[in-house]
């Protein structure tokens, strides 16, 4: 028996970094799992490895800084699977520039990524998660909510917010629909090789300073969303929870 059985799971930013590594699991668990993401032949490659697994996917092409997307991911996976269990908000970009170098166009792309989508897809799934009595919604935070990374103003704000967003949801939602958030310490992802040498430097410093002495994998995440996610997690509720190998103590 999976611990997601019967569940319909809508993950975005799912065709790389953790949200693959969560689409996986979730559907190894049972879900059915709706990929989303902006790369058509990167979705169709992590549905099919899903499928290869046994499992059960679908994907939807949508741009996160894009609102109109929004409501044919929400249409997509009632139209297949009939209905939304988990929302797991996880697409997000990251922006190294410091206030004085950052753009008004690069500041409302980041929070319209990392911060408007969640809130659209939230408001679109509130219908369906009432109308079953159940829901869990996960939003993907990061340690930059709680100590802001130098030079990265947009980011830091975004996942701030994320924090604001996660709590006032759980607020207002319960006790049909829960919501958390999980803030990641350094992840290897593509996310983390592409914020360049110099972040890289930074990023290595920071690990060699946590206890458990390396950065996570997309699995160490995939496995705190499955708990949140899961029913195992019913009392759980507007809380950020840190997987960062002990960074944040
Ligand atoms: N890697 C880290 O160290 C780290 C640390 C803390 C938080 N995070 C957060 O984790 C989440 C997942 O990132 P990741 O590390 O797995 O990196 P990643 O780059 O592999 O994943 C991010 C995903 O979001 C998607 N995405 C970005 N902009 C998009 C857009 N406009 N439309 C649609 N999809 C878009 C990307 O295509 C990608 O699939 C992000 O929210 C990120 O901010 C990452």
Same mark, same amino acid.
């Given at each position: 028996?999976?611990? *997601?059985?019967?569940?319909?799971?809508?993950?975005?930013?799912?065709?790389?970094?953790?949200?693959?590594?969560?689409?996986? +699991?979730?559907? $190894?668990?049972?879900? $059915?799992?709706? =990929?989303?993401?902006?790369?058509?032949?990167?979705?169709? %490659?992590?549905?099919?490895?899903? $499928?290869?697994?046994?499992?059960?996917?679908?994907?939807?092409?949508?741009?996160?800084?894009?609102?109109?997307?929004?409501?044919?991911? =929400?249409?997509?996976?009632?139209? %297949?699977?009939?209905?939304?269990?988990?929302?797991?908000?996880?697409?997000?970009?990251?922006? *190294?520039?410091?206030?004085?170098? *950052?753009?008004?166009?690069?500041?409302?792309?980041? +929070?319209?990524?990392?911060?408007?989508?969640?809130?659209? +897809?939230?408001?679109?799934?509130?219908?369906?998660?009432?109308?079953?009595?159940?829901?869990?919604?996960?939003?993907?935070?990061?340690?930059?909510?709680?100590?802001?990374?130098?030079?990265?103003?947009?980011?830091?704000?975004?996942?701030?917010?994320?924090?604001?967003?996660?709590?006032?949801?759980?607020? %207002?939602?319960?006790?049909?629909?829960?919501?958390?958030?999980?803030?990641?310490?350094?992840?290897?992802?593509?996310?983390?090789?592409?914020?360049?040498?110099?972040? %890289?430097?930074?990023?290595?410093?920071? =690990?060699?300073?946590?206890?458990?002495?390396?950065?996570?994998?997309?699995?160490?995440?995939?496995?705190?969303? *499955?708990? +949140?996610?899961?029913?195992?997690?019913?009392?759980?509720?507007?809380?950020?929870?840190?997987?960062?190998?002990?960074?944040?103590?």
């Amino acid at each position: 028996m999976g611990r *997601l059985d019967g569940k319909v799971a809508v993950i975005t930013g799912s065709t790389s970094g953790m949200g693959r590594a969560s689409a996986e +699991l979730f559907a $190894k668990e049972g879900a $059915k799992v709706v =990929v989303v993401g902006r790369n058509e032949g990167r979705a169709n %490659e992590v549905v099919e490895a899903i $499928k290869a697994e046994g499992g059960e996917a679908i994907y939807v092409i949508a741009d996160m800084s894009n609102p109109d997307d929004m409501q044919n991911i =929400v249409d997509t996976a009632v139209n %297949e699977y009939g209905t939304i269990d988990v929302l797991f908000n996880n697409a997000g970009m990251f922006s *190294l520039s410091p206030i004085t170098d *950052l753009s008004l166009e690069e500041w409302n792309n980041i +929070l319209a990524v990392n911060l408007t989508a969640a809130f659209l +897809l939230t408001k679109l799934a509130i219908p369906i998660m009432k109308e079953n009595g159940k829901g869990s919604i996960i939003n993907t935070s990061s340690s930059a909510a709680f100590s802001p990374k130098y030079g990265a103003v947009g980011y830091v704000t975004s996942k701030h917010a994320i924090a604001g967003l996660t709590k006032s949801i759980a607020m %207002e939602l319960g006790p049909d629909i829960r919501c958390n958030s999980i803030a990641p310490g350094l992840i290897d992802t593509p996310m983390a090789a592409a914020a360049g040498p110099e972040a %890289e430097a930074a990023g290595q410093a920071m =690990v060699d300073a946590t206890p458990m002495k390396r950065k996570g994998l997309g699995e160490d995440i995939a496995y705190a969303a *499955l708990y +949140l996610a899961s029913d195992e997690s019913t009392f759980v509720d507007g809380q950020i929870i840190r997987v960062d190998g002990g960074e944040g103590i």
